[in-house]
């Protein structure tokens, strides 16, 4: 009798991984701009019986819907004003060598090393880098109207029709975004201390990091612009300060092993709920606090609700725990100068050079009808910063395939017309609905709407469909090659030499929390920038998971070190939290120990693919302050090593 082995016919985890949609919440009032930014500009055009001036500015209203993702309004200005004035640029560039062949080519290739090297400034720089080429591809491949300068006015207006719908509530809304997110602060705070002593408290720890991050990042972007002279900017970065020792409390009451009264996560909401709504907190109900912890706690929220309460903050008086922002001129040139001096900016300006060198030579040799899709479609998976290339090119191609099936029953149900307003206003808030899900439901939303607005500026209808399929997936493949296989920092996994920078930066908060020189607001610094660290090293994990193996499996084997290195900073924090309270302090020579025991761990991680054993020698007073921060430093050690 012969024996049957079963065969497994699930997919693989990292394709899993890939496809699945990500959980996100629908904004609704950008679905509301998205239709009207996009369809207003098209029936403007057939009104004037221009409709190629309206589909033009329809495009570049797209930009606009994709770039509308920032609650605070001085920052909607930055991620769609500026990109907007890269895509102008870009679109010039390209319309001015439209049809001559080497030297389109040559001039794509020269934006195209420039857009890279400027998208590893920021998020704002990565998105106006994207449009400068985009825009550049498209300028160059397809035939626009009008002057040379009409072409770069009308996307400009179309992006910047979507900026004027999304301030329009700002005289009645200003501040809202940013109070609302002190205020999730609060929220995710008073979540991390009802889980303290609980199995979710690791799970909910991060999510305050994300809180945190986010509240930080808009209410410095505001004040940078302001410099600190507004009341309002200095009280809500005095309420988002005020967290920093619940943060810290919240380890300590966490090792203690026992759950906080609901006295003191609902104080916490409580001041949420008076952040939110701009008032006054409610009397204080904390019970009696026992233990070093439970003081730590206590005061924390003293603190916190004195610092809530208080009717106004004098901006000298303000410690910021994060630095005061630099001005404006300083920060474009350190970011030119770093762009300039960096390996990195370099390595990506040269690999996406590449790759769209070799797709506009590909077109130039071989006719293709409406060839710049190769190079749209290289231009898009190629964006390191926005997640795995491998990853994009999966994404790009199965987005698109359902793309095209959406695009082929428009094209061929909606006749040319007035009619194509009345799709386009259908289609248009697909994209930003679609779009928090993953990039290949963005692909599937964007595509039927370029294919629509195609249409409309050279008439071509359904026969647009299998060439856009085929440039597609030439696109990808010269990503996946020449962007991706040829060049192995790509398919190595990353993670080991970031987690290595933040285990030494971890050493040396553990010597500045228990020394005597180190400034109390430096301490709080270091802290938030290594929770930060830790919070851009589970992203990088996150890409590596979708890669195929082994690059998957390996990024795998990383994720309990992770999780050790930020229980080792907590350990570090709840330590320092009691020595404030009247713990005795550890010896220099403890302390000396632990922070030697991590950087031998640093080193060890450093540029390594695989885990590889490392030496564990810890010992201390088995009841001194530094013993629960010795195991944790013996676990991450004893992770590090293979079984």
């Known amino acids: 009798m012969s024996r049957e082995f079963p065969i497994s016919l699930a997919p693989p985890d990292w394709l899993v991984r890939n496809l699945r949609p990500q959980q996100a919440r629908v904004n609704r009032p950008a679905v509301v701009r998205a239709a009207i930014a996009m369809a207003l500009p098209l029936a403007l055009g057939f009104a004037a019986d221009r409709p190629g001036y309206g589909a033009l500015a329809s495009m570049g209203a797209v930009s606009g819907v994709i770039g509308d993702t920032a609650d605070a309004y001085r920052m909607r200005i930055l991620n769609i004003a500026v990109p907007q004035l890269f895509g102008a640029a870009g679109v010039t560039v390209g319309a001015l060598v439209f049809g001559q062949s080497w030297l389109a080519v040559t001039a794509v290739t020269g934006v195209a090393l420039i857009s890279g090297m400027i998208s590893t400034i920021g998020a704002v720089a990565s998105v106006s880098g994207l449009l400068l080429l985009l825009n550049a591809v498209i300028g160059a491949g397809l035939p626009l109207p009008g002057d040379w300068w009409l072409a770069p006015l009308l996307m400009s207006g179309g992006g910047l029709l979507v900026l004027a719908l999304a301030l329009l509530s700002w005289p009645l809304r200003s501040g809202v975004p940013e109070r609302t997110s002190v205020a999730a602060a609060y929220r995710a705070v008073a979540q991390l201390l009802a889980a303290c002593g609980t199995q979710e408290y690791d799970a909910t720890r991060y999510a305050v990091t994300r809180a945190l991050n986010d509240a930080y990042d808009l209410v410095l972007a505001r004040r940078a612009g302001q410099h600190g002279r507004s009341p309002e900017l200095v009280r809500l970065l005095a309420r988002l300060n005020a967290l920093t020792p619940v943060v810290e409390a919240a380890p300590a009451a966490h090792r203690h092993g026992r759950p906080l009264p609901e006295g003191a996560p609902d104080t916490v909401r409580r001041l949420a709920d008076a952040i939110d709504a701009d008032r006054g907190a409610l009397p204080l109900d904390l019970p009696d606090p026992v233990g070093e912890a439970g003081r730590a706690v206590d005061h924390a929220l003293r603190h916190a609700a004195e610092v809530v309460t208080a009717p106004d903050v004098a901006p000298r008086a303000l410690v910021d725990r994060l630095g005061r922002p630099a001005s ?157 296989l040829l060049w192995p920092e790509s398919w190595h996994t990353r993670v080991g030499a970031r987690l290595a920078d933040a285990v030494a930066d971890t050493a040396q908060y553990v010597e500045s929390a228990f020394g005597d020189t180190a400034d109390p607001a430096a301490r709080a610094r270091m802290r938030r920038r290594l929770y930060r660290d830790l919070s851009t090293v589970r992203t990088e994990f996150q890409r590596a998971l979708t890669e195929p193996p082994p690059t998957g499996r390996r990024a795998a084997a990383w994720w309990p070190l992770v999780v050790a290195v930020e229980r080792i900073v907590d350990a570090t924090t709840a330590a320092r939290v009691r020595v404030k309270q009247g713990a005795p302090p550890p010896s220099p020579a403890e302390v000396g120990q632990v922070a030697l025991q991590l950087r031998e761990l640093s080193e060890s991680l450093r540029e390594t693919e695989v885990l590889v054993a490392v030496r564990t020698d810890l010992t201390g007073p088995a009841d001194g302050i530094l013993e629960p921060l010795r195991q944790e430093v013996a676990a991450a050690r004893a992770i590090a090593s293979p079984h």
């Open 328 to 484: 404006l001129s300083v920060r474009a040139y350190t970011a030119s100068r770093d762009v300039l001096l960096s390996g990195t900016s370099w390595r990506y300006g040269l690999r996406l050079a590449l790759c769209v060198g070799i797709a506009q030579t590909l077109v130039s040799l071989v006719p293709v009808q409406r060839s710049y899709w190769v190079a749209l479609t290289v231009t898009f998976v190629l964006k390191p910063d926005f997640g795995s290339v491998f990853s994009r090119a999966l994404h790009r191609a199965v987005g698109t395939v359902a793309g095209l099936v959406v695009a082929a029953v428009v094209l061929a149900a909606v006749p040319l017309g007035w009619w194509d307003v009345a799709a386009l206003a259908a289609l248009g808030p697909l994209i930003p609905a679609l779009t928090p899900r993953g990039y290949g439901y963005q692909t599937t939303a964007i595509t039927p709407v370029i294919l629509l607005l195609s249409d409309l500026l050279n008439h071509l209808g359904t026969a647009l469909l299998v060439p856009r399929l085929v440039d597609s997936l030439i696109g990808c493949a010269i990503a996946l090659v020449a962007g991706y």
